[in-house]
C-alpha cells in the first residue's frame, strides 16, 4: 500500500557530501514523524535523525553539526543531507516515516540505500 523509496547513496572520500532521498508513494492520507536510520556490518541499526510533520528535528550526537535532516510535505519525501562524512558513517541507510492510511496508522521502512566513505 505504501512504498518508500530510497536514493543518493555511494561512495564518497572523506570530507565529503552526499545527500539521501527517500519518497513515499501510495494512498496516503498523512505522513507524521519521518526518520532516518543507519546500520553498519555487525552493528545494531541507530536512529540517525528524525523529523516531525512540522519540521522539528533531532539529531544523534554523533551527527550533530554535519548532518541536516528536512522533508517537503508536498512530494512526501525527506532528505538527509550529510557534510563532513567520515569512514564511520559507512552504512546502510534506511528511511522509515509512521503513514496514515484511511483508518490505518503504520510505520513504513524503505529498502535502504549504502553509503561508503573512504579515509
Known amino acids: 500500500q505504501v512504498q518508500l523509496v530510497e536514493s543518493g547513496g555511494g561512495l564518497v572520500q572523506a570530507g565529503g557530501s552526499l545527500r539521501l532521498s527517500c519518497a513515499a508513494s501510495g494512498r496516503i492520507l498523512s505522513i507524521y514523524d519521518m526518520r532516518w536510520y543507519r546500520q553498519a556490518p555487525g552493528k545494531q541499526r541507530d536512529l540517525v535523525a528524525a523529523i516531525t510533520s512540522g519540521g522539528s528535528t533531532n539529531y544523534a550526537d554523533s551527527v550533530k553539526g554535519r548532518f541536516t535532516i528536512s522533508r517537503d510535505n508536498a512530494k512526501n519525501t525527506v532528505y538527509l543531507q550529510m557534510n563532513s562524512l567520515k569512514p564511520e558513517d559507512t552504512a546502510v541507510y534506511s528511511c522509515?516515516?509512521?503513514?496514515?492510511?484511511?483508518?490505518?496508522?503504520?510505520?513504513?521502512w524503505g529498502q535502504g540505500t549504502q553509503v561508503t566513505v573512504s579515509s
Open positions: 522509515n516515516a509512521d503513514v496514515r492510511i484511511r483508518a490505518s496508522f503504520a510505520t513504513y
